[in-house]
């Protein structure tokens, strides 16, 4: 059953990274060419999280627990590139939505910025400590896998909040209700990231320093978690971000309606 979920959770991890890494390149380029900013920060954070940032580790997974291979100073700059990658991410995660979504809230912006020094001094530490090490165990490791969570939370508040209000002013004619659904999308996406990412969080700092054995339960549950979260995540940023026509056909009102 384990290696089952394992080969699920696998597959929807990459489901995941790939529609992240699709998503981000669209929106990158939608930001730069149209002077679009909270396009270009959410493309910087698909981009670098689930895009370049995965790709990084994964080689670094192959090379060191795949293939069996020694760490070398190689597979340690893949780590740090790695940290740098996830930094510059949750620099636009954060950014997106300080300004997007309190723009003018001075303890939004501190918020944002505390979490970025925070994960910043977590990755620098980890690196200093551990070597580079990819096995983020060490307490340094714990607050920057921390920040990503909590960034994603906090998205996924805003956007359901956005929802809401704009679902008001769908029902007045004063928004048009494909918007509407996009925050909704987004958020559903950013809560499945923040679960999913928690979960890598416990998984990181919890299990690797346990027996195994004593947690079966808990990695069952965190592997069945992520072969369906994973799914929900790719498909809602997709959706929000780089909807199909048939799919934004279906949510224009038909005519005579509001």
Not at 68 to 80: M, N, S, V, Y
Not at 234 to 253: H, I
């Amino acid at each position: 059953m384990v290696e089952m979920l394992q080969s699920a959770a696998g597959l929807s991890w990459l489901a995941w990274n790939l529609s992240s890494l699709y998503v981000g390149v669209r929106l990158l380029r939608l930001g730069i060419r149209s002077e679009n900013p909270p396009a270009r920060w959410i493309g910087m954070y698909l981009f670098f999280a689930m895009g370049l940032g995965s790709v990084l580790f994964i080689i670094h997974v192959a090379r060191t627990e795949i293939a069996g291979h020694e760490a070398t100073g190689f597979d340690r700059a893949l780590i740090a590139l790695h940290l740098l990658a996830a930094i510059i991410a949750n620099y636009g995660l954060l950014t997106f939505t300080h300004r997007v979504f309190r723009r003018d809230s001075l303890l939004a912006a501190y918020a944002a910025r505390g979490l970025l020094a925070c994960m910043t001094v977590g990755a620098i530490g980890h690196g200093i400590t551990s070597d580079f090490d990819g096995i983020f165990a060490t307490g340094y490791a714990g607050v920057y896998l921390a920040v990503p969570v909590l960034g994603n939370a906090w998205a996924a508040t805003e956007s359901f909040r956005y929802y809401g209000m704009m679902r008001k002013r769908v029902a007045l004619g004063l928004a048009e209700q494909r918007i509407a659904i996009r925050f909704a999308l987004y958020g559903t996406g950013a809560a499945a990231a923040a679960v999913l990412l928690g979960g890598n969080w416990f998984e990181m700092q919890v299990i690797a320093r346990s027996d195994p054995n004593s947690l079966l339960g808990v990695q069952i549950v965190s592997l069945a978690l992520k072969a369906v979260l994973g799914l929900v995540c790719a498909g809602a940023y997709l959706f929000a971000f780089a909807p199909p026509a048939w799919s934004q056909r279906r949510s224009e009102p038909a005519r005579g309606e509001v």
